[in-house]
């Protein structure tokens, strides 16, 4: 399977402090999104960066991206209690149609 | 610009019933795409429209779910007959066509949470 792994699958911190969530990968990537998910809503896409790039930010975000090891990391920085959401990574692979193949999630959890 | 529309927002049925779900993506986006999504694990996708045609269904249970998007616009998922397991959220997504836009950056809607009883 092309399906990302997340890790931690879970992580609760103190609202001020970092998170930092983990994606590994099978395959060759074209680039790599991150995406949150609110509870009940549908996914809002964060950040992409390519497979030719290392390290990508917006705002609170800083993303990396380690193709020799496929692996990505998500910083975000300076958490809020609004940041309290389930974030996933997805792939977009060589092979066969652009399709996204997205992650198990990692739910973060900022406790005020 | 108006979001990906998708309805109902929430459908319980019993097994073996029918049901279905309609998207409206985003004005001008070519590509939707069909995901679900268990509770607690990440979406799948079932499957992926180019206008009107169909680029990806391989994860699609093919004996009871259906898709089409006749017009190259709007789009209606059916499940006929529905089993336990497929109770789910079933999100619809938008995108400009990658060769244009240079990713496949995804919109989704708000998604259609069903329960089978």
């Known amino acids: 399977s092309q399906q990302g792994e997340e890790d931690p699958q879970a992580l609760s911190i103190q609202e001020g402090e970092n998170a930092t969530m983990n994606c590994s990968y099978k395959t060759s990537i074209n680039n790599l999104q991150w995406y949150r998910q609110n509870s009940g809503r549908g996914l809002v896409h964060l950040i992409l960066i390519r497979s030719n790039e290392r390290e990508k930010h917006s705002g609170r975000l800083r993303v990396t991206l380690d193709t020799s090891k496929k692996s990505s990391s998500l910083l975000i920085t300076a958490s809020r209690a609004a940041d309290t959401a389930s974030y996933f990574c997805a792939t977009d692979h060589l092979q066969g149609a652009q399709k996204l193949v997205f992650g198990q999630g990692t739910r973060l959890t900022i406790n005020p | 610009e108006a979001g990906v529309a998708q309805s109902p927002r929430y459908k319980i049925i019993e097994k073996r019933q029918s049901v279905a779900f309609w998207c409206n993506p985003i004005?001008?986006?070519?590509?939707l795409y069909w995901y679900q999504q268990i509770l607690g694990q990440g979406p799948k996708l079932l499957i992926q429209f180019q206008n009107n045609g169909v680029v990806d269904d391989s994860q699609l249970p093919k004996d009871r779910f259906s898709a089409e998007r006749l017009k190259g616009v709007d789009s209606t998922l059916k499940i006929q007959p529905a089993k336990l397991e497929d109770s789910a959220v079933y999100l619809c997504a938008s995108s400009l066509t990658p060769r244009i836009s240079g990713a496949n950056v995804l919109t989704f809607g708000a998604g259609s949470r069903l329960t089978v009883l």
């Open positions: 004005s001008g986006h070519a590509t």
